[in-house]
């Protein structure tokens, strides 16, 4: 059975750094992408950036880019999403999703297994 | 690249049927059949519905379909059942990346 274990819900302060972790088992974590999704309160799903678990490449989401940090330990096949500076706007519910791709074009055609999600809370 | 568009809301009575748009470009939904569809209820994450246009993963009713025409997905709920109450998400596939949809509140009266 797939599944995707995030870490749990964080409160923290503006300024401050913070990384969440997403632990994928079930599958060989290497053959896939991993997508991070944010939703901020009361609104839609918007794509972070996707990292390949096979060699940890990475792509950002112009609006992400700069902004977080993707990363991840094959080993432990486990996906992470870093913040050096966290600012209030950055409070919200952050997904990590599997991203699966056609076996004979290899486009990424779905996004099939999601994690239960890890709700950030940033305020002074 | 920016979110795909959805309506407002969708309402329905308990064995209507409803609809809901996804409208993208050439770039994304036009240009691939990789759409797929996302349930999500209160609190909780989405859980895929529809993927490849039209194909449903195990497990999903049979209620639940998906087509596409030009730049346009569409999911379809055949018979509205009160569980149906969501929030429902389209995916469409870019070329190098993917984009969501701006997502569709459904109302069962």
């Known amino acids: 059975e797939v599944q995707l274990v995030q870490s749990g819900p964080e409160v923290k302060k503006p300024g401050e750094s913070l990384k969440i972790s997403c632990q994928g088992s079930g599958y060989r974590f290497t053959d896939y992408w991993i997508a991070w999704v944010r939703q901020m309160p009361g609104k839609g799903l918007e794509l972070m950036g996707i990292?390949?678990?096979?060699?940890?490449?990475?792509k950002y989401s112009p609006s992400f880019q700069g902004q977080v940090t993707i990363s991840a330990d094959k080993s432990i096949t486990t996906a992470y999403l870093q913040w050096n500076i966290l600012k209030a706007s950055d409070s919200a519910m952050f997904y990590c999703?599997?991203?699966?791709?056609?076996?004979?074009?290899?486009?990424?055609?779905?996004?099939?297994?999601w994690g239960q999600g890890t709700l950030v809370s940033v305020s002074s | 690249q920016s979110a795909l568009t959805q309506p407002r809301s969708v309402s329905g009575s308990p064995g209507q049927p409803v609809t809901i748009s996804c409208t993208g470009t050439?770039?994304?939904?036009?240009?691939?059949?990789?759409v797929s569809w996302y349930q999500q209820y209160p609190d909780k994450a989405p859980r895929l519905i529809i993927y490849?246009?039209?194909k449903r993963p195990s497990g999903i009713p049979d209620r639940f379909s998906g087509s596409k025409s030009d730049n346009t997905a569409f999911l379809t709920i055949s018979m509205l059942q009160a569980e149906d109450e969501a929030d429902y998400y389209c995916y469409s596939y870019t070329g190098s990346f993917f984009v969501f949809g701006t997502g569709t509140p459904v109302t069962v009266l």
């Open positions: 050439s770039s994304d939904v036009g240009g691939y059949n990789y």
């Open positions: 490849d246009v039209n």
């Open positions: 990292l390949f678990g096979g060699n940890s490449e990475t």
């Open positions: 999703a599997r991203v699966g791709r056609d076996i004979v074009t290899g486009y990424l055609n779905t996004v099939d297994y």
